[in-house]
């Protein structure tokens, strides 16, 4: 064979196998780690970790170390927390593009489960003046699913309003800041809008129907026929049921749709997209192994140059800011938490597995016993 086809030829090679170990590796599940030893004269706690990839029966309820506030820290007694699909894609490791992210090849990099949290607080480390020991709180922070959580005073952690339960202060961090960010930040969305949302009973959809009506936008929400009541209750203007109508086939032209579940092609919904208009991908049904809603994402990413509308995707992050903006709508019953069910905290198992059916109308909570 001739020198310069042989260097091509190599370097196809070396891809391949180059492709064939990374699906390998990333695909790669470890075996479940033992609980490391926890010191005899240290408090300790309850708490929900997983040591491993799998489905909800390889979590475990551990006694894990009771935390204590470094400077600028604060110790939270959980109250309630709730269980977002995060939750179960971290469980999983699935897609296994996010091993690569930082949830850890092999095996989890951080054992500890569950973000969203509400409770009381217990106490307070050195230079903290925001909080005091028995505040009520709400707020976002890995290892919600445990009796205590630790939080830095300066991030994602606001006083609870007291018109606001614990369940209902759980329920909003993920599911709203997602919503509010992209309605506001993705899809600038203003008042007189007209704003789709693809998905709109589960948690995001059910604060995102809501929060589009609080920008003064005229809200058609997409759902199951089960759901219509549900997200008519909340204050969608039109509902679809995509049971029985195709989104992608009606008369009107959207300026944001904001999507949950991307369930049409991408040339389908420009069809319905006015000119200008803005399609933002916050998840998908897409439940590929290797890339899942990432694959959607790249679509989006390659299509958008090629339209005159937008098309794009977002990844919520929880401010402190955002939180803030909705503690006031919560206390002013701007918005309120739809609560599909409440499981004990010793029933986390089998809230994430409900979650994972993709079915929860609105937020699941899990309530400390
Ligand atoms: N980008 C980000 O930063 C970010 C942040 C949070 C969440 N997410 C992602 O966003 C997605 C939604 O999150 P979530 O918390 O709202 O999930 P969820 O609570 O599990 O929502 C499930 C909802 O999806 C609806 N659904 C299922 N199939 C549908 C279809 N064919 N058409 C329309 N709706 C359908 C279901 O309604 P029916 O039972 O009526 O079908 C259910 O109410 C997830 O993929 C999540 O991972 C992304």
Redesign the pocket.
């Known amino acids: 064979m001739k020198k310069r086809y042989k260097i091509p030829l190599w370097i196809v090679g070396v891809l391949v196998v180059g492709v064939i170990a990374l699906r390998f590796v990333i695909s790669h599940d470890s075996p479940c780690e033992a609980a490391p030893a926890l010191a005899a004269d240290k408090p300790t706690m309850k708490g929900w970790v997983h040591r491993c990839y799998g489905g909800p029966e390889s979590v475990t309820y551990e006694d894990l170390e009771k935390p204590v506030p470094a400077d600028g820290e604060v110790i939270v007694k959980v109250r309630a927390a709730s269980v ?3 939750d179960w ?1 971290y469980m999983r490791g699935k897609p296994y593009v996010m091993r690569l992210m930082g949830s850890g090849v092999g095996k989890p990099t951080d054992p500890f489960l569950g973000v969203d949290f509400a409770g009381v607080v217990e106490s307070v480390g050195k230079s903290v003046t925001r909080f005091k020991p028995g505040d009520e709180v709400f707020g976002g922070r890995s290892g919600s699913f445990s009796e205590y959580v630790r939080v830095k005073a300066s991030r994602n952690i606001v006083v609870k309003p007291l018109n606001v339960s614990f369940e209902e202060a759980a329920a909003a961090p ?2 709203a ?2 919503a509010l ?2 309605l506001r930040d993705s899809g600038r969305v203003k008042a007189g809008d007209k704003v789709l949302i ?9 604060y ?1 129907v809501q929060i589009a009506k609080a920008l003064g936008a005229e809200v058609t929400a ?6 219509v009541d549900l997200v008519k209750s909340l204050g969608a203007d039109h509902v679809i049921d ?2 029985k109508e195709n989104l992608t086939q009606g008369s009107t032209r959207y300026d944001v749709i904001v999507d ?2 991307v ?1 049409h092609d991408l040339g389908d919904y420009g069809k319905v997209l006015s000119e200008g208009g803005r399609f933002v ?5 897409n439940d590929g192994a290797y890339l899942g ?1 990432v694959a959607d994402v790249i679509e989006a990413a390659a299509y958008d140059p090629f339209v005159s509308q937008s098309f794009g ?5 929880m401010k402190p800011e955002d939180l803030a903006t909705l503690r006031d709508m919560l206390a002013e019953g701007t918005i309120e938490s739809a609560i ?1 069910r409440t499981y004990k905290m010793s029933e986390v198992p089998e809230a994430l597995r409900y ?10 909570v899990v309530v400390m016993e």
Request: proline share 4%.
């Open positions: 977002n699909p995060l894609h993920v599911a800041i997602t960010q992209a693809n998905g709109a009973s589960g948690g995001v959809g059910t995102g997409v759902c199951s026929g089960r759901n995509y049971t949950n579940v369930t991908i916050v998840g998908s049904l809603p995707f977002m990844t919520s992050e599909d979650v994972e059916t993709g079915r929860a109308r609105g937020k699941v």
